[in-house]
């Protein structure tokens, strides 16, 4: 945990903070925090700073909170996946918070088993706390937005056209077709495929709607080494 992350709500106003949670027991037995120790400190949605720890028991730990700066920026980068397996999605939450993705878009496809669309990884909860593993590594505050879209078509002719306007956007697809680039300065989608990868039809349509195709080399890898490489790329 590079960066203890609280609800602005868990904080008073005079900057006190108590924690009874896992957040209590990972700062006594991990870090074996004893009072006076200092923790970088982050509000969810808010500034980062730091955190003396006034007290400390079997049940609690309490700290004096100041925030002093805003979190780091965010990529300029949306990111519009097909909806990974259930235990690829996980990591992939965490990766995209962790690396910075600004936007995260779930979407359907052929090759998307419809099972996947109930997994308990979708619910919001469960979506909020593997983002927030990502923001605490990374010492970010920021939660990327998640959008689910359950179908490609309408999705693809009536909602992506608006998530274009004034972005690049790059599909992610293995063949013939410059290396994704480095170093992205402009606002971007990301397009990724499923394990499978887009049938032609999807392909299509998602060159048709604006997508650029590039490549990230001949290796076909993994969706999830395919994100991470996209994000570390677009850095
Ligand atoms: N057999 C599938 C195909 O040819 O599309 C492979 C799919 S790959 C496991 C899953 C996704 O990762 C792809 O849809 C693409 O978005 C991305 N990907 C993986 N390797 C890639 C590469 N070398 N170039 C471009 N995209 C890649």
């Known amino acids: 945990m590079n ?5 602005p709500g868990e904080c008073t106003a005079g900057g006190h903070l108590r924690l009874t949670d896992r957040r209590a027991t990972h700062l006594r037995q991990v870090l074996q925090a004893k009072p006076g120790d200092e923790v970088q400190v982050g509000a969810i949605g808010g500034g980062i700073g730091r955190g003396i720890i006034t ?3 079997r049940h609690s730990v309490e700290l004096r909170v100041t925030l002093s700066s805003p979190p ?4 300029p980068v949306t990111l519009l996946l097909a909806l990974p397996r259930p235990k690829m999605l996980r990591r992939i939450l965490r990766a ?4 910075g993705a600004a936007e995260i878009h779930l979407l359907n496809s052929f090759r998307v088993e419809k099972s996947y669309w109930q997994t308990p990884v979708l619910a ?3 979506v909020r706390d593997y983002l927030l593993q990502g923001l605490e590594q990374a010492r970010d505050t920021l939660l990327p937005p998640v959008h689910l879209h359950t179908r ?5 002719e009536d909602q992506l056209p608006g998530l274009l306007a004034g972005r690049d956007a790059l599909l992610a697809h293995p063949g013939d077709a410059p290396l994704a680039p480095t170093g992205l300065e402009r606002d971007t989608v990301l397009v990724v495929g499923p394990e499978g990868g887009f049938i032609p039809y999807e392909v299509e349509k998602l060159l048709a ?3 650029r195709q590039v490549s990230l080399g001949p290796r076909i890898l993994r969706v999830e080494n395919a994100v991470a490489a996209l994000l570390g790329r677009a850095i």
Do not use: M, N
């Open 152 to 156: 490609f078509k309408p999705f693809v």
């Open 209 to 211: 709607a604006g997508c």
């Open 96 to 99: 995209a918070a962790e690396f």
């Open 55 to 57: 007290a400390i028991d």
């Open 124 to 126: 919001p909860a469960t």
């Open 72 to 75: 780091p920026p965010k990529l």
């Open 3 to 7: 960066l203890l992350l609280f609800a």
